[in-house]
Structures are given as C-alpha cells and as structure tokens.
C-alpha cells in the first residue's frame, strides 16, 4: 500500500480472484483448498490485467472469506500508470507473467509468515485461531512449498519480508524501469 501511494497507483489483489464456491455447501466451502493455483480464475485475473496496461478500467470481483463466495459487488479500478499486482500465485502462470514489466518476490520465514496469517485471517476473515493453525498446516505450507515458493526464479527481485517496509519499497523503486510508458509490478508474497 505504501508503494501504490507513492506511485499513485491502484492494486490489483489475487484474493478477489478465487472462484465462486456459492454452488457448495458452507461446510464443503471452508474444506475447499485455497492454496493451489486453480483455486483462482486466472483467466479472468489475466484478461483484466491485460485490460489495465492498454488503459482500460475493470470491474474486480469482491470476494467474501468468511462465506467463501464472490459477492455480487465489484470493485471498479482506474487504470493509471502504475499497476500493482499483489498475490501468492502472481509469477505462477507464464500468461500473466509476460504482463509485467517488474517481478518482485517478498520471503520471510515461517515464524513470520504464521503471525501475519493469524492475524489477518481472525481479524479480516472471522476464523478462529485453531482453523487458521490447522489449514496452515494442512495445506497453507505445503502448497506454498509445492506452488508459491518455487516461482522466486521468475523475479526479478527478491525482497527480505521481514525488513522495514520503506526499505522494500525503496529497492522496487529503484528497479522501475521509469522510462517505460506504462509500468506493470507483480508483487507476490508467500505469506
């Protein structure tokens, strides 16, 4: 968020991507792993994008983590010169690769990427401590392990998470190619 305000920038956020779970029951939603790359339309993900850099406005889905469903609402992003894309599986697909022109890899430890879990999940999505452990466990690390980890090779740029923020920000700052018309940042963090 730091980096879109200085770049007066909108962000684009993978999680408004998962797929729409409405036609399960809440119990088989909440069993559902979101932690593989299908768990997301990327098709959808990648023609938005693609919309943003010619210059066009979209319409990004809101979806509902305590439900595990899209709402009907959407999200209407303005184009800019600056688009940041932030999400786990962000350098995963080659399609949606080819859109960016700065790939950065944000890694911090488990310790680190646990806490940050916990709290967003309570905080933001209504799970309990337990849910949170036990899917982190479960499916959490080992897709991150099998997944998100494994495309580090894609970036351009690997940041330290656990640093001060103004610090990370001021190493994708100083690796924007600024004489680019138009600037696309995949920003993927394992955590």
Not at 106 to 124: K, T, Y
Request: charged residues 30%; contains cysteine.
């Amino acid at each position: 968020m730091r980096l879109a305000a200085l770049l007066r920038s909108p962000v684009v956020a993978l999680d408004a991507y998962y797929r729409d779970l409405a036609h399960l029951p809440l119990d088989e939603r909440a069993r559902a792993n979101f932690d593989i790359p299908d768990a997301l339309d990327d098709q959808l993900l990648i023609e938005q994008v693609r919309s943003l850099s010619r210059g066009q406005e979209v319409d990004i889905p809101i979806y509902d983590f305590a439900h595990y469903v899209r709402t009907p609402a959407v999200e209407r992003v303005q184009a800019g010169e600056f688009v940041i894309l932030e999400g786990l599986f962000t350098l995963h697909w080659e399609e949606l690769r080819s859109l960016l022109d700065v790939k950065v890899f944000v890694v911090a430890d488990d310790v680190i990427c646990l806490g940050r879990r916990l709290e967003r999940d309570i905080r933001e999505r209504g799970r309990s401590r337990e849910s949170v452990l036990e899917q982190y466990r479960l499916t959490v690390r080992p897709m991150a392990e099998k997944y998100v980890l494994p495309t580090r090779r894609f970036a351009d740029l690997v940041l330290d998470g656990a640093v001060p923020i103004e610090q990370s920000v001021e190493a994708v700052l100083a690796s924007t190619p600024l004489s680019s018309p138009v600037h696309k940042f995949g920003n993927v963090f394992c955590c």
